[in-house]
C-alpha cells in the first residue's frame, strides 16, 4: 500500500499557485519525499524530491513540515499544461532497485 | 539516445489469448518494472526484477508471467488467467537515484494499451 495520502482532486486559475498537500505520517528517516506528475497515457515525470528542507527547482517547490509528516507541492504559477495527476511518494533515495508505489494521486485541473 | 522503448503502442486481443508486452531499455539499468494503470486509478506494480533471471512478484501479479534473460529485456505476458486484461501497461526502469542523468533514477517506457475483445 502507498505510505502516502493526497486528495483525489483539486483545480486552480491559470496564472495562480497550486497547492497540492501529501500526508506521510509514517515516513521513515531515511525516507525521501518524491513528487510525480503524469500527464494523460504517459509516463510519469519527476518532479522534485526533498529530505527534511524546502527545495525548489525550475518546476516547483516543495514545503516539507518540520516533523515531515506532511508536505506541499507548489506550481507558483499553474498554466494549462500543468494539469495532470500529481502523486507523492516517500521513499529511500539510494536504494538501487527501489519499486515505486504509486497511490491514487492528486487529479489537478488549470482552469483558463 | 538512450531510453525504453515498448511495443506495440496499442494492442488488440480476443478473451482467453495469451498476449506479450515488450519492454526494451539501452540504459544498462539493473532494475526493470511493470505497473498497470486503469481508468483514473494510480500505477500498480504487477512484476520486478532487480538482476538477470532473477524477478519478484508485486501488488497484483496474478494473471500475469514474466521473463529477465537478458539485462535490456522484462516482456509481461497477460495470460488467459488475468480477469480483466484491458488496462495500460507501463515499464520502467532504474538505478540508484542520484547516480544517472535522471534524478530519481528512474525511466518509464511511453505505455502499451491493451484491450481484450
Known amino acids: 500500500d502507498a505510505k502516502t495520502t493526497q486528495p483525489p482532486s483539486m483545480d486552480c486559475a491559470e496564472g495562480r499557485a497550486a497547492n497540492l498537500p501529501c500526508n506521510h505520517s509514517t515516513i521513515s528517516g531515511n525516507e525521501y519525499v518524491y513528487w510525480y506528475r503524469q500527464i494523460h497515457s504517459q509516463g510519469p515525470q519527476y518532479i522534485i524530491h526533498g529530505l527534511k528542507n524546502n527545495e525548489t527547482n525550475e518546476m516547483a517547490s516543495l514545503i516539507i513540515t518540520e516533523d515531515r509528516k506532511s508536505s506541499t507541492l507548489i506550481l507558483p504559477h499553474a498554466t494549462l499544461r500543468d494539469t495532470a495527476v500529481y502523486y507523492c511518494i516517500v521513499r529511500p533515495r539510494m536504494d538501487s532497485s527501489y519499486k515505486l508505489i504509486f497511490g491514487s494521486g492528486t487529479r489537478l485541473l488549470v482552469r483558463p | 539516445d538512450g531510453g525504453i522503448t515498448q511495443s506495440p503502442k496499442y494492442l488488440f486481443r480476443k478473451e482467453g489469448q495469451n498476449v506479450t508486452l515488450s519492454c526494451e531499455q539501452n540504459l544498462n539499468h539493473d532494475a526493470m518494472y511493470w505497473y498497470r494503470q486503469d481508468p483514473g486509478q494510480g500505477l500498480r506494480l504487477i512484476y520486478y526484477?532487480?538482476?538477470?533471471?532473477?524477478?519478484q512478484k508485486g501488488d497484483i501479479a496474478e494473471g500475469y508471467s514474466v521473463s529477465r534473460e537478458k539485462k535490456e529485456s522484462f516482456p509481461l505476458t497477460v495470460t488467459s488467467a488475468q480477469k480483466n486484461p484491458t488496462a495500460f501497461y507501463l515499464c520502467?526502469?532504474?538505478?540508484?537515484?542520484?547516480?544517472?542523468?535522471?534524478?530519481?533514477?528512474?525511466?518509464f517506457g511511453s505505455g502499451t494499451r491493451l484491450t481484450v475483445v
Open positions: 526484477s532487480q538482476i538477470v533471471n532473477d524477478f
Open positions: 520502467a526502469s532504474s538505478i540508484p537515484a542520484g547516480t544517472g542523468v535522471s534524478e530519481d533514477g528512474y525511466t
